[in-house]
């Protein structure tokens, strides 16, 4: 999404870098090991984006650090634009669906800002050590919490009415990331 909207993946890498840990400080060189990135790209990047305001910089030790300027007018915009990119839902369903196969994702609660009994509802053959371990790297104020089934437990609670699945599945308020056990939910 976000290499769409700004063309340079270099670009990307640095957006994300400063404006998701503001109190970080770099180095060219230390960018670009941990951006995988040749150093005129950075360099070209850092300059554009020192220009532009979003960035400023200080020597320390021979060497120029760069860090983000909290007072940029855009600050709060940018910051706001990479971190739900990072934590847009065709993200989401993408990544959880690389865990496992995924027959049926729901997604509701701290990903659409709601209370809900569950932030995910996974069903499918899935292991959940992999799943916990991907959901703990998501930036989230609050753990993730996550149900996860096999697909004829999921199959079975709804033909019994079970008033947590058919709950989660009523409420239109919240998404429905993959549906191929053809519930057909509006």
Sequence with gaps: MLSHLFTSQTRVKLLETFLLNPEGEYFVRELTRK???????????????????????????????????????????????????????DSLVKSIQKVGQVDFLLISGVFLQKDAPVDLLVVGNIDKENLSKYLDTLETKDPIRFSLLKKDDFLYRIKCADRFIVGLIEDTANLVGVDKIGLQID
């Design 35 to 89: 951006l995988s990135e040749q150093i005129n790209s950075i360099r070209r990047e850092l300059d554009n984006l020192k220009k532009l305001g979003l960035l400023k910089c200080h020597t320390k030790n021979r060497k120029k650090y760069y860090a983000v300027n909290k007072n940029f007018v855009l600050f709060n915009d940018l910051r706001n634009i990479i971190l739900k990119a990072q934590n847009s839902t």
